[in-house]
């Protein structure tokens, strides 16, 4: 496991396991969640992540063999969802193992910043209107 684009749910400890490399002081796992930001009156439920399914994986490949270029790192895990998510699923997962903590911190912020910016994968809210009492319309207590 070291770059995913999958329907399948991700895992933390899938991701940890990977960075098992016996010589890094420090691992670095960051998972990105689908959060319930509200737009006035609506408020996400999920998201959908579309890719394109023939570059995103090259430009996935290649963020991690930059980020082993740029960074003293040891491992690195990049991993991506793609469909339709509800709110608190993990949407991504970057793991770096690295000797010291500040190289594997550093190497997570940039691949990071990096899938976000430079990889073909879009999301669309996927929303819901909120009653006028705050509530979600439709639901009973």
């Not at 990977?18 to 737009?39: C, I, K, N, Q, T």
């Not at 594997?104 to 009492?133: H, L, M, N, Y």
Request: a positive charge; charged letters at 30%.
């Amino acid at each position: 496991m070291s770059v995913v684009l999958t329907r399948r749910a991700l895992s933390v400890a899938r991701t940890y396991a990977a960075l098992s490399e016996p010589g890094s002081g420090a691992v670095v796992v960051f998972v990105g969640r689908v959060r319930p930001d509200r737009h006035g009156r609506t408020r996400v439920v999920a998201l959908e992540y579309e890719a394109d399914l023939r570059m995103a994986p090259t430009a996935l490949r290649a963020l991690e063999r930059e980020a082993r270029r740029r960074f003293p790192v040891r491992e690195v895990v990049l991993a991506h969802r793609i469909g339709v998510l509800p709110v608190g699923t993990p949407s991504v997962i970057v793991g770096i193992a690295a000797a010291h903590r500040r190289a594997a911190f550093e190497a997570a912020r940039f691949v990071i910043e990096r899938v976000k910016r430079d990889v073909p994968i879009w999301k669309t809210d996927r929303t819901r209107v909120d009653g006028p009492s705050g509530k979600l319309p439709g639901r009973r207590r």
